[in-house]
């Protein structure tokens, strides 16, 4: 090209949009939704799908369908026959489960419903999808005249004991069972439908110990979902300025179990809420030193929730200071009102305590007032130690009337 000439496909300067440009703040993602929907009975079995995503994309993000079987067995117990599709493919297991508690009488044997102490035998089979968008070297090679992904086996045996379990054989109970299992499984690398790892689902976690396709592991448990004799129906949508609204639908298929039950929930946390000033002087001093200090002034996030539904209705606020999720000190409340009686809560919380550029935690007191309507209220005092992870250990004294009551607890992951 000579100098002098022009290029006609380089433009100077900058290139101006047609149209006009969308500000920063026009920019609104769409709501999230999540959708779970089931039918059953007791002779053809149950049928559950669940949907999760974003508002205007499709395929959702994550979804997933399955069909359950529970069979009479002659060993006293009972086989469940499983099949569930899911984005990553598709799997189907057979297990069978028995309580080891004996039960209230002979006539009402206790149910494995993972509140006692049970036993689960489960084989599971998975196989993926052949997606096209799989990277190579994901799955494995195929072999000579077999188009398909390969297929997965696992084994799996475990040990579940329950509140009602650890009551009756340790004297204590907790919140949550204890799950113990062994699976003999395919090697890490294999592909899984539907990343399950055993008979209570749940992935690989609290895994302790694996020697080649052999892997032991421990973790928490909740208790077995009942079974469906009906249909049911929920469904929740968040927005990031609406808020949070849930709501569900379920009926039995018999008249004595009940009619229908309805509920319909909105959750909404609300922006920071400065302080009136005439409230200013009335603060601790070093409420405020913290709060000017962190470059927040001192406000308020007050969070709303109404409930309604077929056994009553609700509704509850709550404030927290803005220097909650600072670390700093912080105060917080709340009130709640429905059918049964009323719940008062107040919290305060301390600095985070630092030594040595480390944080060892902060402490937090907490006082709750409930009552039903025209009973006496119960009052318990909770002193809690929080640390940065989640971790912390608490005390807690209740005066229900009839003496009080202590109870400690200590949470290490």
Request: charged fraction near 20%; glycine fraction near 14%.
């Amino acid at each position: 090209q000579q100098e002098g000439e022009k290029d006609e496909g380089v433009t100077a300067g900058p290139v101006e949009p047609e149209g006009p440009v969308p500000q920063p703040w026009e920019v609104r993602p769409m709501p999230l939704y999540r959708a779970r929907a089931g039918i059953g009975a007791s002779r053809v079995g149950e049928a559950r799908a669940e949907l999760e995503g974003r508002i205007g994309d499709w395929p959702p993000q994550k979804w997933h369908a399955e069909f359950r079987r529970r069979w009479a067995s002659a060993l006293k117990g009972w086989w469940l026959t499983s099949l569930d599709l899911s984005p990553g493919g598709s799997g189907g297991a057979v297990r069978w489960s028995r309580s080891l508690l004996p039960g209230a009488s002979s006539d009402e044997p206790a149910a494995p419903d993972g509140t006692g102490f049970d036993l689960h035998l489960e084989t599971r089979v998975e196989r993926p999808w052949l997606a096209p968008d799989v990277p190579q070297g994901a799955l494995p090679d195929p072999q000579p005249g077999q188009g398909a992904p390969p297929v997965a086996l696992r084994h799996a045996a475990e040990l579940v004991l329950g509140p009602k379990g650890q009551a009756r054989l340790l004297n204590l109970s907790l919140p949550v069972g204890i799950l113990l299992g062994a699976a003999v499984e395919p090697p890490q690398g294999m592909p899984s439908a539907a990343g399950r790892a055993g008979p209570s689902g749940g992935a690989a976690a609290g895994e302790v110990a694996r020697s080649g396709p052999l892997s032991l592991y421990v973790r928490l448990a909740g208790p077995a979902d009942a079974p469906l004799r009906g249909w049911s129906w929920e469904c929740e949508v968040q927005d990031q300025r609406a808020g949070l609204l849930r709501t569900s639908l379920s009926r039995p298929w018999a008249a004595s179990s009940g009619g229908a039950a309805w509920a319909l929930e909105h959750l909404r946390t609300h922006g920071a809420v400065p302080l009136p000033r005439a409230l200013l002087p009335r603060l601790p001093a070093g409420a405020l030193r913290d709060a000017w200090l962190d470059g927040v002034p001192p406000a308020v996030v007050p969070t709303t929730r109404l409930r309604a539904g077929s056994d009553g209705g609700g509704a509850a606020c709550s404030l927290e200071s803005a220097q909650a999720g600072l670390g700093g000190r912080a105060w917080g409340g709340s009130a709640e009102v429905n059918r049964q009686g009323w719940r008062l809560r107040l919290s305060l919380a301390g600095g985070a305590q630092q030594r040595q550029q480390q944080t060892w935690g902060r402490p937090r007191y907490t006082a709750t007032a409930q009552a039903h309507w025209k009973s006496r209220p119960a009052v318990a005092h909770e002193f809690r130690w929080d640390l940065e992870d989640g971790q912390g250990f608490w005390v807690s004294v209740l005066d229900a009337g009839a003496g009080p009551r202590v109870n400690a607890g200590l949470e290490i992951r």
